[in-house]
């Protein structure tokens, strides 16, 4: 069964630091997304991305944070500088159109030290 | 914005014994989800409901789509050891800028005592 796929399954960065969060959503879904996760809390929804632009972010994706597809298969996460508060599980998830159920990836857990 | 209330928290069950957890909302959503989550993994889908009153079964799992439509339960008959995970519910809006975007419930910790 077609399954979303994220890399690096782990990434530790410094405080400051710029990093970058792979996805490959399934092949043939149309809209995307970002979610995290602090660890014990719930799955909080970051951003919402379809027909190459965003289609509603929340409160949590500030100026810090950006999404690209760079090309036909990828969706990255970035951010800018990344803060103490940021360490989480990132997941990334898709869907087809019509009110299709999401399906997500396993996730990247992000360490900030 | 929206806010799921889901409980309980966490449920410590026999083997074989039925399970039941449910999410309540304030405000009303279109889609009702479950998904399992496993230590280390993403959230898997369970069951989707698309329609006020809905009743949907997966196996041993069966949920419903509340006629309010702001809330929605999600029973387990007959539990397994591999039963034992954190339940989420999800809720969805249709239509305009939200539409897509889910919204978690804080989680049932799902333990079960073979």
């Known amino acids: 069964e077609p399954e979303v796929t994220q890399t690096p399954s782990h990434q530790v960065t410094q405080m400051g630091q710029e990093v970058i969060l792979r996805c490959v959503p399934i092949?043939?879904?149309?809209?995307f997304y970002w979610y995290r996760q602090i660890l014990g809390q719930k799955v909080e929804f970051l951003v919402s991305f379809y027909n190459n632009e965003i289609s509603e972010k929340s409160e949590i994706f500030d100026d810090q944070f950006s999404v690209e597809r760079p090309d036909g298969s990828n969706f990255t996460l970035k951010i800018r500088s990344t803060k103490l508060e940021d360490s989480a599980m990132y997941f990334c998830?898709?869907?087809?159109?019509?009110?299709?159920?999401?399906?997500f990836g396993d996730g990247t857990r992000l360490s900030i030290l | 914005g929206q806010q799921l209330n889901q409980s309980p928290q966490s449920m410590f069950i026999q083997e074989g014994e039925d399970v039941s957890m449910n999410c309540t909302s304030s405000?009303?959503?279109?889609?009702w989800l479950w998904y399992k989550q496993d230590p280390g993994e993403g959230p898997v889908l369970l069951i989707a409901?698309?329609?006020?009153?809905e009743l949907t079964s997966n196996g041993r799992l069966t949920a419903q789509f509340g006629i309010t439509r702001k809330d929605s339960f999600l029973n387990i008959s007959a539990s397994i050891p591999s039963d034992v995970g954190i339940y989420f519910c999800?809720?969805?809006?249709?239509?305009?800028?939200?539409?897509?975007?889910?919204?978690f419930g804080q989680g049932t910790i799902l333990t079960v005592h073979p």
């Open positions: 092949s043939n879904h149309l809209y």
């Open positions: 405000s009303i959503f279109n889609t």
């Open positions: 999800a809720g969805q809006l249709g239509g305009g800028t939200s539409y897509g975007k889910l919204t």
């Open positions: 409901l698309y329609k006020a009153g």
């Open positions: 998830a898709s869907r087809t159109a019509g009110g299709q159920p999401q399906h």
